[in-house]
């Protein structure tokens, strides 16, 4: 046969600028491109505007799509969403953590069951509108995953869980661009969604308004406790643990005399634990659920930057494998303390701009809020 | 890239002959048959020749035609129609489960505002029990609605004992009739159907037109109001180049039903027997023989999803269809199927063939060719299928 086959990539196409141009790019370098539209909730009420699970976000990406004259599909993931990110979300909230629902759906949906199913119509690849960049050490020949140009939208955090496998299998074609050239290059094609504003935090909450779906969603299991302070004198009622997240102030319903902030949720006791703003710090944190990238396990402590969430700068830390050996649990020692450490979210390390590994904080495996056993 | 239409049973090219004829009545004779003038008389004497045309196709008289915008909006009028109609004699409906959601949806609409709902279950080909709706009827029992035969699975309904049951009872007999015009015969008066929907666009006719047969006598209450079209039935200005279109092609596949029945037969014959001689671990949804559609073929593909199987087919030109397209287009499991009572996972692998009067054997020796390399493609990367070789 005389005619080359090209390369099948399948774009994750949400109809939003970064994946729209995701799927331009990959064309352009002569890919074969298909574009792929997960549908994976369904809003009841009216459509949130711009919500990457709207008719209308399903409608631009078909549009971009025709414009660009690649085939495109709409494939259901209600269920899927439903059983990996959702109810993830409010189990979570009711275990008393704030979860990241972005990562529980990277995770589960987009490089899970999407490459699976990529990969099921023949593609090498899935790709993404991610702000990120996957490069092959040559060494270690292991996949690595950086930063992209434009730090300031670096998404890496929310891909530290990517394995070696979905990396060998995965392209960020947006690595090279900053955010702003990218909406001019959309624009400069006629795609029709350059100005779309970024999309919000949770696609399936409405409003931001997180603990009434909760509520709605775990019928009689919200219920109002106490307020306690970290000696576990009790200091007030509150509306239900899902209702509030660490290092939180304003909302508490009561005053204290003093500025209170939420150091901890019991979710056995279902209290809210309260402490003064020094409280609130910690140099010691523990994570689960661990992945690495750049190094096979840790073995042994390391330097890194860590992140404990999405939009903060990364603090000096040392991680040490944990206490039963093997990769299940990571202790991470900072340098100077940190504010607000929130079980449920999760902890990457990077060394400089590679991502090392991460995982989900948990809360003190010793009961306590680490700063009291260092006292 | 050659292309394959066997998706028949959502819609069909319009005929040509049909095609032409219409645009007449779009820019030469474009009167609105209301009007009294000459523009309007020629309008008018088509559209009642179109009729005509529709009614000889399914043994009524042209009287008895009231077209609509088509089949869910048929359904609409003459559930909703007779439930206004006849609410003082009584409040209560029945049907099927494997209905067209334009009448599923339909009835429990009523429901919700003060009806009852009976909802028959099916067998596992697909099929209604005569004696559950015989079980089901009650005094005040005011609408039998089954289908002709279902779109997904092809299963033919029992309808003229359903029929006949229904005229025991004095209950009006509404049969949706969209998958089965043009491919099998149809006489309303010897099958007792008080009220029937067709569809145009299933018989190489032009997409937004469709009738409902309201027998003489059958007391029928209005959904549209504002104009006296239609006997008042339907108020709006018809859609005159739509419904001669209509006509046309009823008449059109009058002519050739009985050959191109046989034709399809042997076709659908080959890609099922081809199907399940060359692919592991399949199952024919629906009835065979006698009580399955023509044109109809629809195998459950285990271990792999439908979704997957269709955009497979897709990319090689095939269109085919899976479960029943929602208006994002994406995909739900079929309530066909869990109707008939296929676990999740094997209505979710459900792949639909419908054929037409343009395929031919080649082309579904193509289909043969193809689908074994895409589902032994989506097998490998199933970890179901994975465990079941290896148990």
């Not at chain 2, 666009?201 to 032009?206: D, F, Q």
Request: net charge neutral.
């Amino acid at each position: 046969m005389t005619l080359t086959t090209k390369t099948k990539v399948v774009v994750g196409m949400s109809g939003g600028v970064d994946s729209s141009m995701a799927a331009a790019l990959l064309q352009e370098e002569g890919y074969d491109v298909i574009g792929i539209t997960l549908q994976v909730w369904e809003a009841t009420g009216p459509e949130v505007e711009g919500g990457c699970c709207s008719n209308s976000a399903i409608d631009d990406a078909r549009r971009v799509a025709f414009i660009l004259g690649i085939p495109h599909y709409v494939m259901n993931f209600r269920s899927y969403f439903e059983e990996t990110v959702v109810d993830y979300f409010a189990r979570s909230y009711l275990a008393g953590e704030t979860p990241n629902p972005c990562l529980a759906c990277n995770k589960y949906v987009k490089f899970g069951e999407m490459l699976r199913k990529a990969r099921g119509l023949g593609a090498e690849y899935i790709a993404t509108g991610h702000y990120a960049h996957v490069l092959r050490d040559p060494a270690s020949e292991r996949f690595l995953l950086s930063n992209s140009v434009d730090t300031r939208k670096d998404q890496t955090y929310a891909l530290y869980m990517l394995t070696q496998e979905q990396l060998a299998h995965t392209l960020f074609p947006l690595a090279k661009y900053p955010k702003e050239q990218i909406r001019q290059m959309a624009n400069d094609r006629g795609l029709g969604v350059g100005n779309k504003p970024d999309s919000q935090e949770i696609c399936f909450v409405i409003d931001d308004d997180y603990a009434s779906f909760v509520r709605k969603r775990s019928s009689g299991l919200v219920k109002p406790g106490n307020f306690v302070d970290l000696k576990g004198n009790y200091l007030g009622r509150h509306q239900g643990i899902i209702y509030y997240t660490v290092g939180q102030r304003k909302g508490l319903g009561i005053t204290f005399g003093k500025p209170m902030f939420v150091v901890g949720l019991n979710p056995e006791s279902n209290e809210v634990v309260l402490g003064e703003n020094s409280e609130v710090f910690t140099d010691t944190l523990w994570a689960i659920d661990l992945n690495w990238i750049s190094i096979p396990s840790l073995k042994e402590p390391l330097k890194v930057t860590a992140k404990i969430r999405y939009n903060s700068s990364g603090v000096q830390a040392t991680i040490y494998p944990g206490g039963k050996g093997a990769d299940h649990e990571v202790m991470v020692l900072f340098d100077e303390p940190q504010r607000a450490v929130t079980p449920g979210q999760a902890v990457v390390f990077y060394q400089g701009n590679t991502v090392v590994g991460g995982g989900t904080i948990i809360s003190d495996p010793r009961g306590r809020r680490s700063l009291l056993v260092h006292e | 890239m050659k292309r394959i239409y066997l998706d028949h049973s959502a819609t069909t090219p319009v005929d040509l002959e049909v095609a032409a004829l219409m645009m007449t009545y779009y820019t030469e004779k474009y009167g609105n048959p209301s009007s009294v003038h000459s523009f309007g008389r020629e309008a008018r004497q088509a559209l009642e020749e179109a009729r005509r045309q529709v009614a000889e196709l399914i043994g009524a008289t042209p009287q008895e035609i009231t077209f609509t915008s088509g089949g869910t909006e048929a359904d609409n009028l003459a559930i909703i129609g007779t439930a206004e109609a006849m609410s003082k004699k009584g409040k209560h409906l029945i049907t099927s489960s494997v209905e067209h959601h334009a009448v599923l949806e339909t009835c429990e609409f009523l429901a919700k505002n003060g009806f009852e709902l009976t909802i028959l279950p099916v067998d596992a080909e697909g099929i209604v029990s005569v004696e559950d709706v015989r079980m089901a009827i009650r005094p005040d029992t005011i609408l039998i609605s089954v289908m002709h035969a279902n779109n997904e699975v092809g299963a033919i309904q029992p309808i003229v004992e359903i029929g006949q049951l229904a005229k025991e009872h004095s209950i009006t007999f509404h049969v949706d009739a969209v998958q089965t015009l043009g491919k099998i015969p149809i006489n309303v008066k010897d099958m007792n159907i008080d009220l029937l929907t067709v569809s145009s666009h299933k018989i190489y006719g032009p997409k937004g037109v469709g009738a409902l047969y309201v027998r003489k006598g059958v007391r029928l209450a209005p959904r549209a109001h504002g104009g006296s079209q239609e006997k008042k039935r339907r108020s709006g200005t018809e859609n005159t180049p739509g419904i001669i279109g209509f006509g046309k092609a009823c008449e059109l596949i009058g002519k050739r039903m009985d050959k191109e029945d046989a034709r399809q037969i042997i076709l659908r014959d080959k890609l099922m027997n081809g199907i399940i001689e060359r692919i592991k671990y399949v199952k024919v949804n629906g009835p065979l023989g006698e009580k399955r559609l023509a044109n109809n073929v629809n195998v459950s593909i285990r271990f792999v999803e439908g979704e997957s199987l269709l955009l497979s087919l897709d990319m090689l030109g095939i269109a085919a269809s899976s479960g029943s397209a929602c208006t994002s287009g994406s995909l739900d499991p079929s309530h066909v199927l869990l109707a008939m009572g296929l676990v999740h996972e094997i209505a979710h692998g459900s792949l639909r063939f419908s054929l037409g009067s343009q395929n031919t054997e080649e082309e579904i020796d193509y289909v043969l060719e193809q689908l074994p390399k895409i589902v032994e493609r989506l097998r490998m990367m199933s970890p179901l299928y994975d465990q079941a070789i290896h148990k």
